[in-house]
C-alpha cells in the first residue's frame, strides 16, 4: 500500500509540474517615449523573479510569463513604470516611459544584508538602482544571500571560454572540462583541463581565444595527445578526471601538474615562457616543419591567443591551462567570481574548489553545495554545475599575508590590504569636469551600465563642487554630447542619459584619440578641470604608449579611472595616465562602491614618504603609486627571509603633517603564489618603461613565468628543438638574485629616463631587435641564413639627420556623423549586441556604408579588432578593406602591431610604408622601405624586394618633384640611381606601364598566384613570368601573405583578364577562407593613372570544385 501511494504522490507532481509548465504565456510589445520613439535595451522583468529580457532595436520584446503576472519596465533617465498583465492577452501594444524628472529618489530593491558603508565625510544619497543600470540590459541588478559579496551581473559568457577553432567557422568538439581552484589568501590559482576529440581526417592546427578574469596571469600551458582514441569519441565517462579528494592533487607547480596527468597523455609537451618575436619565430618555422608545436601570446587586456598543433585525427587531445588571478576586494571580504565559460555548452564539467588556512565559517561559496575537510583547508565539488559562474566569498577576521617557504635564500610575500587614512578635503578643488565616455564595442553591455551609474553619481553626489561638465565619448573617433560646458544640473543629467541610451556601441577603443580632443576643444583652453576617463583602458586603435598617450593630458588636469572588475581592463594604461597628472584609479565593483567613491577625488592624496616591513626587502606596490588615497586598496609583494608575525610600517606626508599607516600580521598563510604576485608586479613594472628596460622584464618574465607585453609561451617538439632557437629552461636566477626591482627602476630611469616616450629611440631600438633576431637560432648548415639584417652606413646617418619628432605618428581624425543604435540596420545592431560577431555581416555592412561615409566604415568594421585583437590573419584582413576605401594611413597602427609580433614576415613592411606615404611621411616610410631591402629573407619570401624597389623609386619621384622633403636632393638621387640599377639588372625595372597589378593576402602557409590573361591570349603566371608581349611577374611568394606585381609596359590591344587562384591552401587549417587585397592601375606613373582597389575571398578548393573555377578566380576584364 505504501509502494502505490509513493507511486501516486509522484505521478501527481508529474502532472501538476506539466501543468505549472503549460500556464506559461509569451507576451509581446514595444516600449517608446513620449515622442513615441522606440528605446532599446529597456529592462523587462517579471516582477518578482529574475525572469527578463531587453527590448530590441526597435523596442520591441517578447518574453514567457506566468498568467496575470506584472512587468516592471525601467531604462536609464526614465521613470521606473509597471504593468499588470491582463488575463487573456498576450499584445501589450505600445508601452510608453516618460522620463524621470528626480534623480534622488532614495529606493533599495536588494535583498542582502548590507554591510556598513565606509565614512565617506558626508552624506550620500544612493540613486535608485533601476534608474541607472536598467537601460542596456536586462538584470543588471542583483540580489545576494547573507554574507556574499556583492559586485556587477556579467552578462558575457567568454571568460574561461575554450573554443578550438580549425577555420573560419570550424570547431572541434569539446568533451569534456575540468577545473580546480586553489585559494590562499587574497590569491587563487585555477587549472583547467579541456578535452578535445579531432573528428576530421586530416592533422589540424587548431587556435583559441583564452579570456580570463581581470588581471589574471597565465602560469602553465601544455597540449598533448591522449590515450583514448576513436572509440572514446562519445563516451566522456572513459575521460578519467583528477582525484581532488587526494592531497597531493592541489599541489599546482608545474612540475606537480604534469606527473598527475602522466597516466592519461601519450605524448604532451610543457610550455616555456620565452620572449615574443623568438617565440613566434619558433612556433611559425616548427608548424611549417610539420612538428608538434603550441603557442600563447598576449593579445590584450586579460586576453590570450593561443594555437596548438597537431591535432591528429581519430584522437583525443588534452590542453591544460593554469592561471592565478588576484580575489576582488570589497567591503572588508574578498571574492572569487569564476565564470564557468562552456557551461551552456552541456559539456560534462566537474569543478573543485579548495579554500586554504581560512575556516569554512568565514566562507561562502555559489552554488551551495557541503563543504569537505581536507587536511587543514575545506574542499567542495560541484558536478554538472547549472549556473554559470562559482562564486566564494571570504570574510577574514585579519589582513592576509601570503609567504613562500622555499629552500635557499629566495623567499616572497604578498598581501592585499586596505589604506585606512583619514580624508582631508582639498582646499583648491576644480570646478570643471570632462567625462571620456568608451563607448566602443567592449563596453556592452556591462561596462557601459557602470560607466553611466559612475557618471550620474559622481555630478549628482558633487553638485556643490561641480558647476559644468561635457561628455567626450569615443571609440575609433571622438565626439562630444555637447561642444561646450553645460551646468550641471537634474535636467541637464536627464537629457544626457537620453542622449547615452540611443547610442550605438561599436568600434575599437583609440584613447589617444580621445585625449587629443580634449586638448583641441577651444572652450576648455585655459580651464583646470578632472577628467574622469570611464573606460577600461585596453586601446585596441591608435597610439598606446604609455608616456605618449600620458602627455596628451594638460600639466594642470587631473585624471580619475575606476576599476570595475569585469575582464578586459588595462590596469597598466589606467594606474600609468592617473599616476602621472596625480589622480588615481578607484575601484567600483559594486554599486555601494560607486557611491562610496563618488566624493573621494575631493580628498587630498598621502604621499608615500617610505615603505618598510620587518625581515623583508624590495618592497613593491601594484601600480607603483606615488600617492594613497583613504581607503584605497593596495596589493603589495617582496622578497622576505623568515617572516613569522612581521609589522609593516607606510609613512605617508601631506601639507606638512606625516602620518603612519601600520599592519601587524598574524601567522602568515604558507603558500608559493606569493613568489608569482612579486614577479608579476615587478615583470609589469619594468615593461611599463618600454623599450628601455624590455632586456630586464624579459629576465623577469621568464624567471616568474609571466607571459605579456614582453614574452609569450611556446611549447616546441623536443629539447633539440628548444637549443636550435637558443631557448633556455627556466630563467637566470643570478640575474634575479643581484636585480632587485627598485634597484632595476631606479638605475634605468636614472640612466634612460629622458628616453621615455620617445618614438625615434623606439625605432632604433626596433631596428636593434632585429639584428638580434639572426641570431636567435642555430643553423644546421652555418650557410643558410634565412634571416639577416644589417643596415648600411648610408641608412644609419639618415636616420640621424630626421627629427625625433617626424617618428611620432597620429592617426588623421575620422568624423563620422551617426552614432546612433537607429542609424545601423536592424540584422547589424543586431549583431553588434549578440556579442558574436558574424565577419560577413560586418565587412559587408561596412562596405555599404563606406560609399556614404568612410570614418563610419571604418567604426563599425574596427569593432572585428576589438573583438579579436590578437587573431593576425582578422587585422590583416581589416587593414586590406581600409586601403581598399582609400584610407590607407587609418591602417598605421594595426601594420605596427603586425610587424612587432611576427617582424620575421615582410608584408607589412610594404604595406605600413603605403600607410606613411598616404599621411605624408615619406621619410619615415623609406626607412621601412631600407628594412625591406636589407634583411635577406627566406626563399620563401624572395619576391619581395623587386616589388618593393618598384614602389620605392615610384616614391622618391614624387619627393623629388614635389620638393618638399628634409631629406638632402642628392641623397634622394643617389638613392634612385641605385634603386634602378639594381632593378635593371634583375629586368624588373618599371616607371610607367599601361597596366601595373599588385596583390596581397592574410593566410600564412598560403601560395595564391596571380594570373593576368594579355590580350594576345598569354598567360602570365608564375611558370611564365615573362611574356611576348613584355609581361614581367615578381617571383611566386610560396608561403603567404604576398606581394605578388605584375606590369606591362605597353600591352596589347584588347582585353586583358585578372585572375587570383590558390595554388596551395594551409593543410593544417579547415576550409580556412584567404582575403586578397588587389590594386590594379591603369597608366601606372603618368598624370591620367587610374587605380581599382578589391578585396576578395578566395575559398577552399572543394567549393572552387562546385562551380568552374574561372568563374571564381575572375576579378576584372581591362579594354587597351
Not at 600609468?576 to 584609479?585: D, E, F, N, P, W
Amino acid at each position: 500500500m505504501k509502494i502505490r501511494l509513493h507511486y501516486c504522490i509522484c505521478f501527481i507532481l508529474i502532472i501538476c509540474s506539466f501543468t505549472a509548465f503549460a500556464q506559461k504565456i509569451t507576451v509581446k510589445g514595444k516600449v517608446v517615449d513620449e515622442q513615441d520613439v522606440p528605446l532599446p535595451g529597456v529592462s523587462v522583468i517579471e516582477k518578482g523573479t529574475s525572469n527578463g529580457i531587453a527590448t530590441g532595436v526597435e523596442g520591441d520584446f517578447s518574453l514567457k510569463i506566468s498568467p496575470g503576472a506584472m512587468l516592471v519596465f525601467s531604462y536609464v533617465g526614465f521613470q521606473r513604470k509597471e504593468v499588470k498583465v491582463p488575463t487573456g492577452t498576450t499584445d501589450l501594444g505600445t508601452i510608453k516611459l516618460n522620463e524621470e524628472t528626480s534623480l534622488e529618489e532614495v529606493v533599495v530593491t536588494a535583498t542582502v544584508d548590507r554591510p556598513k558603508m565606509a565614512k565617506t565625510g558626508s552624506a550620500v544619497r544612493p540613486i535608485r538602482r533601476s534608474d541607472i543600470l536598467g537601460g542596456k540590459v536586462a538584470g543588471v541588478q542583483v540580489k545576494t544571500k547573507k554574507g556574499e559579496a556583492k559586485t556587477w551581473k556579467r552578462s558575457s559568457g567568454e571568460v574561461n571560454r575554450v573554443r578550438l577553432s580549425i577555420g573560419d567557422k570550424q570547431m572541434l568538439p569539446l568533451q569534456s572540462r575540468q577545473i580546480a581552484i586553489k585559494i590562499e589568501g587574497f590569491r587563487a590559482r585555477v587549472l583547467m583541463d579541456c578535452y578535445f576529440y579531432n573528428d576530421k581526417k586530416s592533422r589540424l592546427e587548431g587556435t583559441f581565444k583564452l579570456r580570463l578574469p581581470n588581471g589574471a596571469s597565465p602560469y602553465f600551458f601544455a597540449f598533448g595527445e591522449t590515450k583514448y582514441a576513436l572509440q572514446a569519441k562519445a563516451e566522456a565517462k572513459q575521460i578519467r578526471a583528477i582525484n581532488y579528494q587526494q592531497n597531493q592533487h592541489w599541489q599546482f607547480t608545474p612540475a606537480k601538474v604534469m606527473e598527475a596527468r602522466r597516466e592519461q597523455w601519450s605524448s604532451v609537451k610543457q610550455a616555456r615562457v620565452v620572449p615574443k618575436q623568438k617565440a613566434a619565430k619558433a612556433y611559425t618555422e616548427t608548424v611549417s616543419a610539420k612538428v608538434d608545436p603550441a603557442l600563447m601570446e598576449w593579445a590584450g587586456a586579460d586576453v590570450f591567443s593561443c594555437r596548438v598543433f597537431p591535432l591528429v585525427p581519430g584522437k583525443m587531445h588534452h590542453v591544460v591551462i593554469g592561471y592565478d588571478v588576484n580575489l576582488l576586494a570589497t567591503n572588508d571580504q574578498y571574492l572569487l567570481q569564476l565564470a564557468l565559460g562552456n557551461a551552456q555548452e552541456k559539456t560534462p564539467l566537474k569543478v573543485d574548489l579548495l579554500v586554504a588556512d581560512t575556516p569554512a565559517t568565514q566562507t561562502e561559496v555559489v552554488p551551495e553545495v557541503f563543504a569537505k575537510p581536507l587536511g587543514k583547508a575545506t574542499r567542495w565539488s560541484w558536478n554538472n554545475p547549472q549556473a554559470q559562474e562559482i562564486k566564494a566569498t571570504l570574510s577574514p577576521k585579519a589582513p592576509m599575508l601570503l609567504a613562500s617557504n622555499q629552500p635557499g635564500d629566495l623567499n616572497y610575500f604578498a598581501t592585499s590590504f586596505k589604506a585606512n587614512l583619514p580624508k582631508v578635503p582639498k582646499t583648491d578643488l576644480k570646478e570643471n569636469v570632462v567625462f571620456m565616455l568608451d563607448v566602443s564595442l567592449s563596453s556592452q553591455p556591462d561596462k557601459f551600465n557602470v560607466w553611466l551609474k559612475t557618471l550620474v553619481a559622481l555630478l549628482q553626489n558633487n553638485q556643490d563642487v561641480i558647476k559644468n561638465f561635457s561628455v567626450l565619448c569615443f571609440n575609433v573617433e571622438a565626439f562630444w554630447w555637447k561642444k561646450t560646458q553645460v551646468k550641471n544640473s537634474r535636467r541637464n543629467i536627464r537629457r544626457f542619459l537620453r542622449f547615452a541610451n540611443r547610442l550605438s556601441l561599436q568600434g575599437a577603443t583609440d584613447l589617444g584619440v580621445a585625449l587629443d580632443e580634449v586638448n583641441q576643444a577651444k572652450w576648455l583652453k585655459g580651464r583646470s578641470k578632472y577628467l574622469f576617463l570611464l573606460s577600461d583602458g585596453d586601446v585596441t586603435w591608435g597610439e598606446n604608449n604609455l608616456y605618449q598617450l600620458s602627455q596628451k593630458v594638460a600639466s594642470s588636469d587631473e585624471l580619475y579611472a575606476f576599476s570595475t572588475g569585469f575582464s578586459g581592463t588595462d590596469p597598466r594604461i589606467l594606474d600609468y595616465l592617473t599616476r602621472s597628472t596625480k589622480g588615481a584609479v578607484f575601484s567600483i565593483v559594486n554599486e555601494d562602491e560607486v557611491q562610496q567613491v563618488s566624493k573621494n577625488f575631493r580628498f587630498a592624496p598621502w604621499r608615500i614618504a617610505s615603505v618598510k616591513m620587518t625581515s623583508a626587502s624590495d618592497v613593491i606596490l601594484a601600480g607603483k603609486p606615488q600617492y594613497l588615497y583613504a581607503g584605497q586598496q593596495v596589493i603589495m609583494a617582496g622578497r622576505q627571509q623568515n617572516l613569522k608575525t612581521p609589522t609593516l610600517n607606510i609613512q605617508v606626508t601631506q601639507s606638512g603633517q606625516t602620518r603612519d599607516l601600520s599592519l601587524t600580521f598574524g601567522q602568515p598563510i604558507a603558500s608559493d603564489l606569493a613568489k608569482r604576485v612579486y614577479g608579476q608586479l615587478g615583470t609589469t613594472q619594468l615593461e611599463e618603461l618600454g623599450y628601455i628596460a624590455e632586456k630586464e622584464a624579459i629576465q623577469y618574465a621568464v624567471y616568474y613565468r609571466v607571459p605579456g607585453q614582453t614574452c609569450s609561451m611556446v611549447m616546441l617538439e623536443s629539447e633539440r628543438d628548444y637549443q636550435r632557437f637558443k631557448i633556455k629552461k627556466g630563467g637566470d636566477v643570478d640575474f634575479i638574485k643581484k636585480n632587485l626591482i627598485n634597484q632595476l627602476l631606479q638605475k634605468l630611469i636614472g640612466n634612460k629616463g629622458q628616453q621615455l616616450g620617445d618614438a625615434k629611440g623606439e625605432f632604433l631600438h626596433f631596428l636593434s631587435k632585429l639584428q638580434n633576431l639572426q641570431n636567435s637560432q642555430e643553423r644546421e648548415n652555418k650557410d643558410d641564413e634565412t634571416f639577416k639584417f644589417e643596415l648600411p652606413a648610408d641608412i644609419k646617418a639618415l636616420i640621424d639627420k630626421i627629427p625625433a619628432s617626424y617618428f611620432q605618428v597620429a592617426l588623421p581624425r575620422l568624423k563620422g556623423k551617426r552614432h546612433f543604435t537607429r542609424d545601423l540596420p536592424k540584422w547589424v545592431q543586431a549583431n553588434l549586441q549578440s556579442g558574436a560577431l558574424d565577419y560577413q555581416k560586418i565587412t559587408q555592412a561596412a562596405e555599404r556604408r563606406s560609399h556614404q561615409n568612410k570614418a563610419e566604415a571604418i567604426r563599425l568594421l574596427s569593432s572585428l579588432v576589438e573583438k579579436n585583437a590578437g587573431e593576425l590573419n582578422l587585422l590583416r584582413d581589416v587593414s586590406f578593406w581600409i586601403m581598399k576605401w582609400g584610407e590607407t594611413a587609418q591602417s598605421y597602427f594595426i601594420l605596427k602591431r603586425l610587424i612587432d609580433l611576427r617582424p620575421f614576415q615582410p608584408s607589412a613592411y610594404q604595406l605600413i610604408a603605403q600607410a606613411l606615404q598616404d599621411m605624408g611621411r615619406n621619410e619615415l616610410a623609406m626607412l621601412y622601405y631600407e628594412v625591406v631591402l636589407n634583411i635577406q629573407w627566406s626563399r620563401d619570401y624572395a619576391g619581395i624586394q623587386n616589388v618593393v624597389r618598384v614602389a620605392y623609386i615610384r616614391m622618391l619621384n614624387k619627393m623629388l618633384k614635389n620638393k618638399t622633403s628634409i631629406i638632402a636632393k642628392d641623397f634622394i638621387e643617389q638613392r634612385l640611381a641605385n634603386l634602378k640599377k639594381t632593378l635593371n639588372q634583375k629586368g624588373f625595372m618599371v616607371e610607367q606601364a599601361d597596366l601595373l597589378v599588385t596583390i596581397n593576402w592574410n593566410t600564412d602557409e598560403t601560395d595564391v598566384d596571380l594570373h593576368v590573361k594579355e590580350a594576345g591570349g598569354e598567360n602570365c603566371y608564375y611558370k611564365n613570368n615573362r611574356t611576348n608581349a613584355g609581361g614581367h611577374l615578381s617571383k611566386d611568394m610560396t608561403e603567404g601573405f604576398g606581394p605578388e606585381m605584375y606590369f606591362i609596359k605597353k600591352a596589347p590591344k584588347g582585353t586583358s583578364q585578372i585572375k587570383v587562384d590558390y595554388y596551395s591552401e594551409s593543410e593544417s587549417r579547415f576550409k580556412e577562407k584567404t582575403k586578397v587585397y588587389l590594386c590594379i592601375y591603369k597608366n601606372w606613373g603618368r598624370a591620367n593613372e587610374e587605380v581599382i582597389r578589391r578585396v576578395i575571398t578566395l575559398k577552399s578548393e572543394d567549393e572552387l570544385d562546385k562551380k568552374s573555377k574561372d568563374d571564381r578566380q575572375l576579378i576584372a576584364n581591362l579594354k587597351f
